[in-house]
């Protein structure tokens, strides 16, 4: 079922506020406060939301969210909520099993609501992995969660925006996996799977006609001819001459220390890395707190933070609210653009 608004109402973000225990409510609070212009929908317990606006001396006006009204103008301070309640109290920075089910009751429900057309997209405060599983749910991440459920294959890519030069987009071809599993991860199907989906949704969503894509080699130096291993020459090249045969512009395999210099960079709308801690560490060192994740490949659009839930500065006012401004602002502009 698809649900209908008028065309003046202001685009619905659906806000997920992550782990109770962390910085998400608080960071909320914060966007709440802005003059955004967007129908901001918190899906969240509505006492953790009014706590972290007391605790930052932040005015909040919390309205019930009914699932159908649009509206047309949003004040600053004020925030919708759709209530979902938790199982235990919180206590900031102290993590609790008890409430993973409401993380997830979160996300189902926001994943629902964009699957309809009831909100325009989703953005994301951070989750704590390790309390969800935990609590006896096997859980690797939101991009999992949402591909799982929306049974579409995804892939992770965090942009940040760069002074003077193009935004910087990592793609990602293995995202939670122990390293040791990466290697097994990547074959001819997925890497060529991972690349169709980022090519579309660099035209589609980010109004790239033709991207520029480089892609990383696994191993050092791009396994050295196979004396460092065989995957470049067994699994990365063949997949991108195929591709380049179809038209694809891909760029590689290259190697990684040498790909992200900036004369380099200049040539590539995106790259694909191998395995998360071979690109991210790059794109967080160029723009941590302000850098946005977003899943491609997904029927909606989805946003999230570049950080964790930062339980060391739960409570405290001083989490960097950054983050989630840039993901709520690309997740508008890509909705804009109908992606």
Same mark, same amino acid.
Do not use: C
């Given at each position: 079922m698809t649900v209908e608004r008028d065309a003046a109402a202001l685009p619905r973000i659906a806000l997920t506020a992550g782990e109770p225990a962390g910085i998400g409510a608080e960071l909320i609070v914060r966007l709440a406060a802005s003059d955004l212009?967007?129908?901001?929908? *918190? $899906?969240?317990? +509505? #006492?953790?939301?009014?706590s972290a606006a007391k605790s930052l001396g932040v005015a909040l006006d919390l309205e019930p969210y009914?699932?159908?009204?649009? $509206?047309?103008? @949003?004040? =600053?301070?004020?925030?919708r909520v759709?209530?979902?309640?938790?199982? &235990?109290?919180?206590?900031?920075?102290?993590?609790? +099993?008890?409430?993973?089910?409401? !993380?997830?009751?979160m996300l189902a429900r926001a994943a629902d609501g964009a699957t309809s057309g009831?909100?325009?997209?989703?953005?994301? =405060?951070?989750?704590?992995?390790?309390? $969800?599983?935990? &609590?006896?749910? *096997?859980?690797?991440?939101?991009?999992?969660?949402? &591909?799982?459920?929306?049974? @579409?294959? !995804? !892939?992770?890519?965090?942009?940040?925006?760069r002074d003077g030069a193009n935004p910087l987009r990592i793609a990602l071809a293995t995202t939670h996996l122990p390293l040791g599993e990466v290697p097994h991860a990547i074959t001819r199907d997925s890497l060529a799977r991972i690349l169709r989906i980022l090519d579309a949704d660099l035209r589609t969503r980010f109004s790239i006609d033709a991207p520029r894509i480089a892609v990383l080699g696994l191993n050092p130096h791009v396994g050295e001819g196979g004396h460092l291993g065989r995957e470049e020459i067994d699994v990365i090249e063949p997949t991108l001459a195929a591709l380049r045969a179809e038209g694809f512009d891909l760029r590689g395999p290259l190697p990684a220390d040498t790909a992200f210099v900036p004369h380099q960079l200049a040539h590539f709308d995106a790259v694909l890395a191998m395995y998360h801690d071979q690109g991210l560490p790059v794109l967080k060192y160029a723009g941590f707190g302000h850098a946005?994740?977003?899943t491609l490949g997904l029927?909606?659009? @989805?946003?999230?933070?570049?950080? #964790?839930?930062? %339980?060391d500065? =739960? #409570?405290? #006012? @001083? =989490?960097? +609210?950054?983050? %989630?401004? *840039?993901?709520t602002r690309l997740a508008l502009d890509l909705a804009k653009r109908g992606g």
């Open positions: 212009a967007a129908d901001l929908v *918190a $899906i969240a317990d +509505p #006492g953790l939301l009014e009914d699932g159908a009204s649009a $509206i047309t103008t @949003r004040a =600053a301070h004020s925030l759709a209530s979902i309640p938790v199982a &235990a109290p919180v206590v900031p920075g102290r993590l609790d +099993p008890r409430n993973a089910r409401y !993380v997830l009751d009831e909100f325009d997209a989703i953005v994301t =405060a951070p989750v704590h992995k390790g309390v $969800i599983n935990d &609590a006896g749910v *096997a859980f690797t991440g939101h991009t999992e969660f949402f &591909a799982q459920r929306a049974h @579409r294959d !995804v !892939v992770m890519m965090l942009a940040t925006e946005v994740n977003v029927p909606y659009v @989805r946003t999230s933070v570049d950080h #964790g839930t930062a %339980l500065l =739960a #409570g405290t #006012g @001083r =989490a960097d +609210p950054g983050s %989630l401004f *840039a993901a």
